[in-house]
């Protein structure tokens, strides 16, 4: 794909931008000249991240599996900043654990808030995207590649938003819309910081080959995927030798297979395998939000943050 034009005074919108990687991509796209629209369930620490930046925000509250108050959101971006030139689906949430123990409302939002949120988000936002014949990044994982046991909820997700961007690019790509997939490995997030705190997915880690075990900052992280947005990439590899494991992908099944007949067994003996829950803080804040609400979504539209 061509370069996207001149990113100054254009405008992005990133879900899951309160922490993490969202905040990441928020800062350095911002320091681009990009206008920037924060969207998440936290308020508090998406008004928090765009107070840092050095360009005009606008921040928005709200469920991304909510379609209504998300077209809401896409009305009130559009209206205060413009259509949007790039949309960043990286609201994502996971947990591990036996699939057969787990807890089945648990289990269904991560599909949810990983594949239901990433579509919503681009059906209220293809509008502007059409108009700026823009570019859309679905935020994967090599788990869209790589199924690992006790990660059943996260890996269905997380394949299924691959296979859901790639279906979309086909059907947009005749209106000059670009659709790019990130595939991601271990990332220094609060989500990957709890993976050893649980024996479930310290085992898997710890069964990876030593490159694959390694943890990148958000910023280069970051920077990878900012380098693939300014390219139009249909594939963006964070970190970049990611994209030979996709050459090997038909082996991994067999792979994984082998390992876990050989390890499970072992592993089971030696540990209870206890459900996680959501993992990190944001998937902690998640938690909280659906018990307060009962499952009815928050949204509150905010304040806009111009630039100093």
């Not at 911002?30 to 369930?41: E, H």
């Not at 990332?187 to 069964?207: A, K, S």
């Not at 050989?262 to 993992?279: D, I, V």
Request: glycine fraction near 10%; aromatic fraction near 6%.
């Amino acid at each position: 794909m061509p370069r996207s034009p001149e990113p100054r005074g254009r405008v992005v919108v990133v879900t899951g931008a309160a922490r993490g990687l969202g905040a990441g991509l928020v800062r350095l796209l911002a320091a681009r000249g990009m206008r920037v629209a924060l969207l998440g369930r936290e308020y508090a620490g998406l008004a928090a991240v765009a107070a840092t930046l050095g360009t005009e925000s606008h921040v928005v509250e709200v469920d991304v599996t909510d379609d209504a108050a998300m077209g809401r959101a896409a009305e009130e971006v559009t209206r205060v900043l413009g259509p949007p030139s790039v949309v960043i689906a990286n609201a994502g949430v996971a947990e591990g654990g036996p699939f057969e123990s787990s807890d089945p409302e648990t289990w269904r939002r991560v599909v949810e808030v990983n594949l239901v949120g990433s579509a919503v988000t681009a059906r209220v936002f293809l509008p502007g995207l059409r108009a700026t014949r823009g570019y859309f990044l679905q935020v994967a994982s090599t788990a869209a590649f790589g199924a690992a046991p006790m990660m059943s909820a996260y890996c269905a997700s997380k394949a299924g938003a691959e296979a859901f961007a790639r279906s979309l690019r086909a059907e947009v790509a005749h209106s000059g819309v670009g659709v790019g997939v990130a595939y991601l490995h271990w990332t220094d997030t609060d989500m990957v910081r709890d993976v050893d705190r649980y024996t479930v997915l310290r085992e898997l880690r710890g069964h990876m080959p030593a490159p694959a075990r390694r943890v990148y900052p958000v910023d280069r992280v970051a920077s990878w995927l900012v380098r693939g947005i300014e390219r139009r990439r249909a594939s963006v590899y964070a970190p970049p030798w990611l994209r030979l494991a996709q050459a090997g992908r038909p082996f991994f099944p067999v792979a994984v297979d082998l390992l876990s007949r050989r390890e499970l067994p072992r592993l089971l003996k030696e540990h209870s395998f206890e459900q996680t829950g959501l993992l990190g803080t944001g998937g902690r804040i998640e938690e909280k939000l659906i018990d307060r609400s009962a499952g009815r979504a928050v949204t509150r539209l905010g304040r806009g943050h111009p630039a100093p």
